[in-house]
C-alpha cells in the first residue's frame, strides 16, 4: 500500500508557502525586496554578483571556444539521452522488471520524494547546478558583450531555479556569429588622461581625468583606469566622481564606471558633503544624469542611507533611490 503522508506534507507545504507570499505581496512588501509572486512561484532578482560574471568573462575569446564546444556536447548528450530512453523502453518490456515494476516514488526524481534521493543532499546537488549553469549563461553574455541586467533565483518552497537576465535589445542587435578575424588590439594609449569639456558658453563643464586610457578601434570602445569626472557649476561646488575602471562610449556620451564608485558633492554653505557608494554607475556627462540598479550607500555628516537601485539628477540635487531603503541618524551631542 502506497505512503501518502509524504505526498500530503508536500501539498501543504506549497498551499501554506502560496498563502503566506499572497499576503506579503497583497500588502506590497514583496516588490521592495525585489521580489516577485507567480502563482506558488516566488522569483527574486538582484544586480550582485554582476562583477563576479564580468571578471569572469574577460578571457573572451576562451569561452567562445567553450560556447563552441558545448554547442558540440548538447548535442552529443541528446543523442545519448534519447538512445537510453529508446534503450529502457525495451527494458520495461522484459519478464523481470514486469515481475518487479518499481515503486511510483522511484519514477520521480525529486528529493525527498524518492527515496534514493536524500532531501539535502538532493536540494544542495541542485542548487550547485542550477548556480553553476546560469552563472555560465552570464559569463557567455558578456563575453560577447551584452549587458547582464539582472541575476535571481525560483523558489517553491526550495530552490527549484535561477536565472541570468541578459539586455534583450542588446541580444537582438548581436551578428548571428562574431568575427573572431578582428583583432582586438588598441590603436592608442593615453598616460596620465586629462581633458576639458566645455559648455555652450565655452565655459568649462566636466573634467575627465585617468590614469590610463585605451582605445580600440574594432568596437570604437575606450577603456580608462582610476577614471576621475569632476561637474563643474557656476552657482555651487563641483560633484566628484572616480572608479577604479570605466568604459565611455563611442559618442562620448555615456560613460560607464565600475569597483569602488563614488560620488562626492563637495560642501557648500548651506549643505555638508554627500558621498554616495555603489559597484556600477551609468553616467550621461552632458545632461548630468547617472543610475545603477545595484545596491548603493549615502553618507553625510549624520545620516547613512542603503538602497538597491539609484536615479541620480545633478542639476537639481535630487537622488531618488528604488528598493529596500533603509537610514540610520546619528545625532551629533551638545
Request: proline share 7%.
Amino acid at each position: 500500500m502506497v505512503d501518502w503522508t509524504p505526498y500530503l506534507i508536500a501539498v501543504a507545504a506549497v498551499v501554506l508557502w502560496t498563502a503566506f507570499f499572497a499576503f506579503l505581496q497583497h500588502r506590497k512588501l514583496l516588490e521592495p525586496r525585489n521580489l516577485s509572486l507567480a502563482g506558488p512561484i516566488l522569483m527574486w532578482r538582484t544586480g550582485r554578483g554582476r562583477n563576479l560574471i564580468d571578471r569572469l568573462a574577460r578571457p573572451k575569446r576562451f569561452w567562445r571556444a567553450f560556447g563552441d564546444v558545448s554547442i558540440v556536447l548538447v548535442v552529443a548528450a541528446m543523442v545519448g539521452t534519447t538512445v537510453l530512453l529508446l534503450w529502457e523502453a525495451t527494458l520495461v518490456q522484459s519478464a523481470a522488471v514486469r515481475a518487479n515494476p518499481p515503486s511510483p516514488d522511484l519514477l520521480l526524481g525529486l528529493p525527498g520524494i524518492n527515496r534514493l534521493i536524500p532531501l539535502g543532499y538532493g536540494v544542495f546537488g541542485l542548487a550547485v547546478a542550477i548556480v553553476l549553469h546560469e552563472f555560465c549563461h552570464g559569463i557567455l553574455a558578456r563575453a560577447v558583450d551584452v549587458k547582464v541586467r539582472s541575476v535571481g533565483a525560483i523558489f517553491l518552497v526550495v530552490p527549484i531555479g535561477a536565472f541570468v537576465e541578459p539586455d534583450e535589445d542588446e541580444m537582438r542587435r548581436l551578428p548571428p556569429r562574431p568575427d573572431d578575424t578582428k583583432r582586438h588590439d588598441p590603436d592608442y594609449i593615453v598616460d596620465d588622461l586629462s581633458a576639458t569639456t566645455l559648455n555652450a558658453e565655452g565655459k568649462p563643464h566636466y573634467l575627465m581625468a585617468a590614469q590610463k586610457m585605451t582605445h580600440y578601434p574594432d568596437d570604437d570602445s575606450t577603456q580608462v583606469v582610476e577614471p576621475r569626472l569632476t561637474t563643474l557649476y557656476p552657482d555651487r561646488p563641483p560633484v566628484l566622481l572616480t572608479a577604479r575602471r570605466g568604459k565611455i562610449s563611442s559618442k562620448g556620451d555615456q560613460v560607464f564606471l565600475y569597483d569602488d564608485v563614488k560620488v562626492v558633492r563637495e560642501p557648500s554653505a548651506t549643505h555638508s558633503q554627500v558621498t554616495f557608494t555603489t559597484s556600477y554607475l551609468h553616467v550621461l556627462p552632458d545632461q548630468d544624469l547617472a543610475d545603477t540598479d545595484q545596491p548603493v550607500t549615502i553618507v553625510d555628516n549624520s545620516t547613512v542611507v542603503h538602497g538597491i537601485g539609484m536615479k541620480l539628477n545633478n542639476k537639481t540635487g535630487v537622488a531618488e533611490l528604488l528598493a529596500q531603503v533603509t537610514s540610520q541618524h546619528e545625532t551629533t551631542p551638545n
